[in-house]
């Protein structure tokens, strides 16, 4: 049997074994595998993995190394004694990267560690096996082959350890750059970037030793543009060791020097979701067999980015409405003890404006709750662009709204007020009611803020509506 993987034609062994106790997995490995044109079997011990061998070879096998009735270790041990045509890749827990080495020394080509996307990696790392792989080259060079791969575990570590830092977006983003152009390898340079992919763009959201002339360049990039958007087109990593001399380095810019790079596109859930871009001298050499590394890096980072997008979006719905993208009353808390608090301290302005949409109730029942959800999305649109930036305009519930306004007397709180609730009679033909207060020394905790600008409200409702009201004018 011959697969082509995206390095070269290799002849493989004929069929793969997965060992899984565990049924579910077994059958969602062999279905990933399965797409990948890889004939598969599965067994649920190691009974019946020596079964399955005794008329069965040249196998490369996939063994979870806690079995119902033996070790990994000693299914390998057993089986390696006959010297037969058998390929073995761990699967581990999380923190057995010690015992994995250890089976690797033992004949193991490989290991994977049991994680939210470990299936989506196996292809990978069995493409990895193939492309590396003539047993007779293999057994010749295994004391050399086990100190390249200890080498490059001590890189993957060093990246790991780096990117689990964080989970901030920004933040890891800038961990990446730094770690890899750090490492010792290669002859890397401490420069280069990170796109990552939207849609059919890539944007440029961390970068290194750039001039404004680079990065004008780089604004509207597309998938397929030059050797950063061949890597994300194809998921391929992409060595170029001279951009004067590389047809597929399209794009240069004033004063661009001969140079070399390395692009790696960077993978998650089996999706490529941006690439990596490495400067090294031009013309550099690079041994084929490293290109691997880069692939598990490749991964390694990808799925470290789609975690902390993951938390970003967590984050958002967290603190964001869902329907105006406003704040919400979990945001207006966090955001309203820190401001009350500065304003205890230094005796700073705090004000804060608490509306509602008058007579909504009858809005709705008129024209139905999806014309009352459109009014609210475009009410906010308009609390948005009257205020600014420091501000924070919070759906306090329903169709009531908060406007918090940091170092703003209520003088100026009112003239904001009044300004919103002229625009919003004129472009929405609704009226709204505002209630305005601010911080004074005898309110004790951040409560009283809202509960001062909410009787303002009250006021405002009582006056006739259409009308703002400070707590000022309040008994």
């Known amino acids: 049997m011959t697969i082509q993987n995206k390095y070269a034609t290799v002849d493989t062994p004929s069929k793969i074994l997965v060992v899984e106790d565990n049924r579910e997995l077994n059958r969602l490995m062999q279905k990933t595998l399965r797409r990948e044109g890889f004939q598969t079997a599965g067994v649920f011990n190691g009974s019946d993995t020596i079964k399955w061998l005794a008329n069965n070879n040249n196998a490369i096998i996939i063994l979870d190394y806690q079995l119902p009735d033996m070790t990994g270790n ?10 037969r045509d058998f390929l073995f890749i761990v699967i581990t827990g999380h923190g057995d990267e010690k015992i994995a080495v250890e089976m690797m020394k033992k004949g193991a080509k490989d290991y994977v560690v049991k994680g939210p996307d470990f299936i989506d990696m196996l292809p990978h790392v069995i493409h990895r ?7 007779e080259k293999v057994l010749a060079r295994a004391e050399q082959s086990l100190h390249e791969r200890e080498a490059d575990l001590s890189i993957l570590y060093e990246i790991s350890l780096a990117i ?5 977006m920004q933040e890891l983003q800038n961990i990446i750059l730094k770690t890899v152009t750090g490492l010792d390898m290669f002859n890397i ?7 990552l992919i939207e849609d059919d763009r890539m944007d440029l959201v961390s970068y290194l030793a750039h001039d404004k002339s680079f990065l004008n360049l780089h604004k509207s990039i597309r998938v397929g543009d030059c050797l950063c958007g061949l890597a994300a087109k194809t998921g391929k ?21 001969p140079h ?3 692009i790696i596109p960077l993978i998650a859930r ?36 789609e975690n902390a997008k993951l938390y970003e979006e967590t984050k958002r719905v967290s603190l964001y409405d869902p329907l105006t993208g406003l704040a919400n009353r979990r945001m207006m808390d966090i955001m309203l003890e820190k401001n009350f608090a500065r304003s205890v301290r230094l005796d700073k302005p705090l004000s804060a ?19 009352g959800d459109s009014l609210l999305v475009s009410l906010s649109a308009i609390l948005l662009k009257e205020t600014r930036k420091i501000d924070l305009v919070v759906r306090y519930g329903g169709e009531e709204f908060l406007v918090l306004l940091p170092d703003t007397e209520i003088s100026k709180t009112k003239e904001v007020a009044e300004r919103m609730r002229k625009k919003v009679e004129d472009s929405l033909g609704i009226t709204i009611s505002l209630g305005v207060a601010t911080y004074n020394k005898n309110m004790k905790t951040e409560e009283d803020l809202v509960i001062q600008a909410d009787k303002a409200l009250y006021q405002a409702k009582l006056k006739g509506r259409n009308r703002v009201v400070m707590i000022a004018l309040l008994n």
């Open 260 to 262: 070399g790079h390395i």
């Open 237 to 257: 990593v992409i060595v170029s060791q001279n951009c004067h001399q590389d047809k597929r380095h399209t794009i240069s810019y004033p004063g661009m020097k």
């Open 189 to 195: 340079e401490e420069k280069g970037g990170l796109f």
């Open 270 to 305: 089996g999706h490529v979701i941006g690439v990596l871009y490495l400067y090294l001298p031009a013309d550099f050499q690079i041994d084929e067999s490293k290109l691997k590394l880069f692939d598990s890096m490749g991964v390694q980072i990808g799925i470290a980015i």
């Open 129 to 135: 096996v193939i492309n590396d792989l003539n047993l």
């Open 164 to 168: 689990s830092q964080t989970i901030d």
């Open 74 to 83: 000693e299914l390998v041990q057993l089986l390696t004694k006959e010297k």
């Open 353 to 371: 404006i608490m509306l509602d949409i008058d007579y909504f109730k009858k809005y709705n029942d008129r024209l139905g709750h999806n014309a």
